[in-house]
C-alpha cells in the first residue's frame, strides 16, 4: 500500500513541472466538471467538488480554467461532456493487479485505447471482477512534511474524525480512512491548520506483490503507457516498492 502511494505521489509532483502538465489539467478539469454534475456548484455543499478544486489549485491551474470548468459540469455554461465513470482490471508484469479508473464520453474508445496500452506494454486485461476484490476503496489524505509535523500530531487530530492508519512515506504521510469519513479527515486538519497535499477516494490492495529494480521498470513504463490515454483518469496496481529501488529508479 505505501509503496504504491509514494510512487504516485511521485508521480503527482512530477506531473507539476514536467511536459504531462496539459494532460494533467485535462484529468482534473474532468474531475471538476463530473463533481459539479454530481453535486452542483456550491463547494459548501459539495466536498467532491471542493477537494477536486482545492487539486487544481495545488497543480497551479488558472482560476478561469477552474470556474469555467465548474459552471460546465453545474450546466450553467454549454460544452460539458457527458463523462462516464469506468473501471477497467488488468495485469501487469510480475502479476501485478492494475484497476484502471477511466472518465470517458465514449465506451468503445476507451476500451479499445486501453486494452491496446496495456497489451502492448507487457500486460494483459481481466474479466471484471477478477482484480477488484484485491483493493478496498478508501479515502486517503497525502500530508506534506512541513512547519516540524509529526505523526503524533496528525494522530491527535485525525483519530476522532474516522482515520484508520496514518503512514509515515518519507516526505510525506498517508493517512486512510473509510471514503465516507475522507471529508471530516480533511476538515480536522483544516481546523487544526495543518496544510494537505491531496483528499481523494482511491483503490488501496490488501495484498501487495514486491518489485525489484526490473519488475519496477517494467510496470512503470505500462502504467505510464496508460496514464497517457486521455480517458484515463487513475491507475492503482498493488505492488511495493522499496526505498532503495525506487532510489535506482
Known amino acids: 500500500m505505501s509503496g504504491h502511494s509514494k510512487w504516485a505521489t511521485t508521480k503527482h509532483k512530477k506531473a507539476i513541472i514536467d511536459s504531462r502538465r496539459a494532460k494533467n489539467f485535462a484529468k482534473l478539469i474532468k474531475g471538476i466538471e463530473v463533481a459539479a ?101 478508501k479515502g486517503v489524505v497525502i500530508v506534506t512534511k512541513a512547519n516540524g509535523i509529526t505523526e503524533d500530531k496528525i494522530l491527535e487530530h485525525v483519530l476522532d474524525a474516522g482515520a484508520e492508519d496514518v503512514t509515515d512515506l518519507g516526505e510525506s504521510f498517508e493517512i486512510v480512512s473509510e471514503p465516507s469519513d475522507l471529508v471530516a479527515v480533511r476538515t480536522a486538519l483544516q481546523g487544526a491548520g495543518i496544510d494537505y497535499e491531496s483528499a481523494d477516494t482511491s483503490f488501496l490492495p490488501s495484498v501487495s506483490v514486491p518489485l525489484d529494480a526490473e519488475g519496477a521498470a517494467k510496470v512503470f513504463a505500462l502504467i505510464d503507457a496508460i496514464e497517457e490515454l486521455d480517458d484515463v483518469q487513475n491507475v492503482f496496481g498493488n505492488f511495493d516498492v522499496s526505498d532503495e529501488v525506487m532510489a535506482t529508479l
Do not use: H
Open 37 to 137: 454534475r454530481n453535486g452542483g456548484a456550491d463547494i459548501t455543499g459539495n466536498p467532491t467538488l471542493f477537494d477536486a478544486i482545492a487539486k487544481a489549485k495545488k497543480n497551479s491551474m488558472p482560476a478561469d480554467n477552474i470556474d469555467r470548468a465548474v459552471k460546465r459540469g453545474a450546466g450553467l455554461e454549454s460544452g460539458g461532456a457527458d463523462w462516464q465513470t469506468i473501471m477497467y482490471e488488468g495485469y501487469g508484469p510480475n502479476g501485478v493487479a492494475l484497476m484502471i479508473e477511466c472518465l470517458s464520453d465514449n465506451r468503445n474508445r476507451a476500451a479499445s485505447e486501453v486494452r491496446v496500452a496495456v497489451t502492448r506494454n507487457g500486460g494483459s486485461m481481466a474479466d471484471p471482477g477478477s482484480v477488484s476484490y484485491m483493493f478496498n476503496r
